[in-house]
């Protein structure tokens, strides 16, 4: 049990982050040149790409394939699930947006700034450096404007992740029923932060979807 909740503590948030990537630098890397105009799904208004799928999922491949080595083979794939976890995530990612925007949560520019001066990536001798950024956003194929307006949905995202996971329940009385050192205590409560946590959002997005139009076309995801 205390190996599972680790592993699931540890990449809870991984295909958030990748989502969060392939937002920021969708330039990166190859992608089918047919499924540019596809479009996979819809969440109200918004559509959800072909283009940006198969980016995420490739990302998302990508980082199992190099966690897992040579055990990522096709039954790990199988019960990975990627293809429709990752259309759920990046769903899932169109409507905390849309949510955010609703409740009025924005990223202010001095906001937006700060986090861009503090990339490590931009900054030269710990200092922000204007040409390294303006050049690794060009060698990106993606421009000053798309990337900042890509970060401000990431930093947005990330505050209302937040939001919900402050109101998230501990389940305390499972700790109690427990007997172990120091340390296996303190991973196992981590552990169960994280799942509350998890949890929480979860049923804060699913409460959310029953009231917004989503469609779908897995045909297009074969």
């Known amino acids: 049990m ?6 699931h503590a540890k990449y809870f948030y991984v295909l958030f982050f990748i989502i969060i990537l392939t937002f920021i630098f969708w330039g990166v890397g190859t992608v089918d040149k047919t499924s540019q105009g596809t479009v996979v799904a819809e969440v109200g208004k918004i559509k959800i790409t072909g283009e940006e799928y198969w980016r995420t999922y490739d990302r998302t491949y990508k980082f199992y394939r190099d966690l897992y080595k040579e055990k ?6 199988k019960k ?3 293809k429709e976890n990752v259309l759920n995530s990046l769903i899932e990612s169109r409507v905390l947006l849309i949510a955010a925007k609703e409740k009025g949560i924005i990223v202010s520019d ?6 861009i001066t503090n990339e490590a990536a931009f900054m030269k001798n710990g200092i922000f450096d204007h040409e390294i950024y303006v050049n690794r956003l060009r060698l990106s194929r993606i421009t000053p404007d798309a990337y900042e307006a890509a970060k401000r949905e990431e930093l947005t995202l990330t505050r209302i992740k937040r939001l919900i996971e402050s109101s998230a329940i501990i389940p305390s009385e499972e700790l109690s029923k427990i007997s172990a050192d120091e340390q296996t205590m303190k991973t196992l409560k981590e552990a169960l932060v994280s799942n509350a946590r998890e949890k929480a959002v979860k049923a804060y997005v699913e409460g959310l979807k029953k009231g917004m139009k989503i469609k779908i076309y897995k045909d297009l995801l074969a």
Do not use: C, T, V
């Open 110 to 115: 001095d906001e937006l700034n700060e986090a």
């Open 72 to 77: 990522f083979d096709e039954e790990a794939q």
């Open 80 to 82: 990975l699930n990627l």
């Open 2 to 7: 205390l190996k599972m909740m680790r592993h």
